[in-house]
């Protein structure tokens, strides 16, 4: 332990925030999304707050959920930079990784294939993703594109088996896990919070974790839910192996592999060609979700 990181880049997932109790609660417009948007940004905001308050110099909040629209900035701390939807680059997904020296993951969930609450990687769709015969977490896709740009991953939040996945990838990270087997109703948020706010602070302190630079190369089965036609289909379209619903590839790096899983969940390859355009639309998409999400609590005291 030495000195204290300062400059924090947060990236907030809703599957294990305080707000999630059920796949609908996960889903785009429903009732149970729009009271998991402010409780999930509440659980944001704790965090926020506490790293201001214990020497962090600036903060950005990526929001990684979906659409990439969930949170309400005008419930987070100010000093707090809230970025809302999608980049195609330099960091897939989170575009300019800023200033930060050290990356937080809030309310995330397990990999697809494993049983935590709501598990998935990328998209429920998926339905089993193993890269070299071991299932592969979400957080191993974020920390590799982050780990060219120096960023530690320093603290992580999840239900048991996502932590559990985090700290098996990522030696020393802190881990605050959120136990949903008590049910909303029964679940002292605020208590929980104060752990989370203590426990991130704890980890500005943790030095010990190293940017997460995986070594290739690296060989992908992914298995799609969505049954052995649409796993053809998808391989096909971008001139990959198939066996059954499994989607084969093998790629040089995580780099390489994370840009074949993006064009397997959410691409094809005229989408691919006018991608600056579709994100345009997409993230309209995602901004109009989240007006629907204030008028849905409007009148709500927070
Ligand atoms: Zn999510």
């Not at 970025?83 to 050290?102: C, F, L, N, Q, S």
């Not at 977490?137 to 932590?163: D, H, T």
């Not at 991130?200 to 995986?214: I, R």
Request: charged share 20%; glycine share 8%; aromatic share 10%.
């Amino acid at each position: 332990m030495g000195d204290k990181f300062k400059r924090i880049l947060i990236i907030a997932d809703i599957e294990g925030s305080t707000g999630c109790w059920n796949y609908r609660a996960s889903s785009f417009m429903t009732n149970e999304w729009a009271r998991a948007c402010v409780e999930m940004t509440r659980d944001v905001n704790a965090v926020v707050q506490a790293l201001f308050q214990n020497g962090a110099e600036t903060v950005r909040v990526k929001d990684f959920h979906r659409t990439g629209y969930n949170l309400l900035p005008e419930l987070i701390d100010s000093r707090a930079d809230v970025v809302h939807g999608y980049r195609t680059g330099p960091v897939p997904g989170i575009g300019d990784p800023g200033e930060a020296e050290a990356v937080m993951f809030l309310g995330m969930h397990a990999a697809s294939g494993t049983d935590g609450f709501l598990a998935h990687t990328l998209t429920s769709r998926v339905q089993q993703l193993e890269i070299n015969g071991a299932p592969l977490a979400e957080i191993q896709l974020f920390a590799s594109s982050l780990g060219p740009w120096g960023l530690k991953p320093i603290f992580f939040s999840g239900c048991a088996v996502a932590c559990k996945q985090a700290s098996a990838v990522i030696e020393k990270i802190l881990v605050y896990p959120i136990d949903k087997s008590v049910g909303q109703n029964r679940f002292d948020a605020a208590s929980w919070r104060a752990g989370l706010q203590q426990a991130a602070v704890e980890a500005l302190e943790n030095n010990l974790t190293a940017p997460y630079k995986p070594g290739g190369p690296l060989r992908a089965m992914v298995q799609m839910r969505t049954g052995e036609i649409a796993a053809q289909k998808i391989a096909k379209r971008w001139g990959l192996n198939y066996r059954g619903k499994q989607i084969i590839f093998d790629a040089p790096d995580m780099h390489e592999l994370y840009m074949n899983l993006i064009r397997i969940c959410y691409l094809t390859p005229a989408v691919e060609k006018m991608l600056p355009l579709c994100l345009l639309a997409y993230n309209l998409w995602g901004k109009i979700g989240l007006a629907w999400v204030r008028w849905r609590n409007r009148g709500q005291k927070n």
